[in-house]
């Protein structure tokens, strides 16, 4: 059964960038689309962006100026990269395995961005 | 960017009764729609995908219909665990978009 899970920072002080790792187990990188998605307090998801196993990826608009997502399937990991962050960046990060819907997914680091 | 609307916001239902919420695209997203159930502190879990089938483990009493641009999912009788927020999300275009969400809530 595969599952995920983030780690990464919970604090981040604006202008700063978030990296965030998302952990692969029980399961290989090698097919799928690998997704990070985030839900800012009390509001809907956004989908950040995603990345192939292949290494090629897709970004949100909104969002594409700032972000990078990268992989390595040797640790079987993939990652997120968000620049200049600001306090609408605040928000519970979650990565997902997308296909015809995103499932599984791992259960969210929430990461705050503040002085 | 592809705009769902989800109705109604909030359904107040009790234990046993039907519940149907709907969703509409700003497009045409054929049939490219799945639905996501959201209860506090958890992550999403995927309920349908491609409007109708149900993902693994998902009991029978969750269905999903619709095609083009009206969605609708139906839980037949709902039981304690089914009060949460619900999601759709479109995967017709980029970027991947979710509605805005309904939540079910105990009457």
């Known amino acids: 059964q595969v599952q995920l899970q983030e780690s990464g920072p919970g604090l981040v002080k604006p202008s700063e960038a978030l990296s965030l790792t998302c952990t692969v187990s029980?399961?290989?990188?090698?097919?799928?689309?690998w997704t990070w998605i985030r839900q800012p307090p009390g509001k809907g998801l956004e989908c950040i962006g995603y990345?192939?196993?292949?290494?090629?990826?897709n970004y949100n608009p909104s969002l594409k100026s700032r972000v990078t997502i990268s992989v390595d399937t040797s640790k079987n990991q993939f990652y997120l990269r968000l620049n200049s962050m600001t306090p609408a960046d605040t928000a519970v990060y979650y990565c997902?395995?997308?296909?015809?819907?995103?499932?599984?997914w791992g259960q969210g680091i929430p990461v705050t961005v503040s002085s | 960017e592809i705009l769902l609307t989800q109705s109604p916001a909030t359904l107040s239902l009790s234990p046993g009764e039907r519940a149907t919420l709907s969703c509409r695209a700003s497009?045409?997203?054929?049939?490219?729609l799945a639905w996501y159930q959201q209860k506090p502190g958890q992550a999403p879990r995927l309920l349908i995908y491609?409007?109708?089938h149900r993902a693994t483990g998902i009991p029978p009493r969750f269905s999903g219909s619709g095609s083009g641009t009206d969605f609708s999912l139906t839980i037949s009788s709902l039981e304690p665990e089914d009060f949460a927020v619900y999601y759709c999300?479109?995967?017709?275009?980029?970027?991947?978009?979710f509605g805005g969400g309904t939540k079910v809530e105990i009457k």
């Open positions: 491609d409007v109708s």
């Open positions: 497009q045409s997203i054929a049939t490219f």
């Open positions: 029980g399961g290989s990188l090698s097919t799928f689309y």
């Open positions: 990345i192939y196993y292949s290494g090629s990826t």
């Open positions: 999300q479109q995967r017709s275009n980029w970027p991947l978009t």
């Open positions: 997902a395995r997308g296909s015809a819907g995103f499932d599984p």
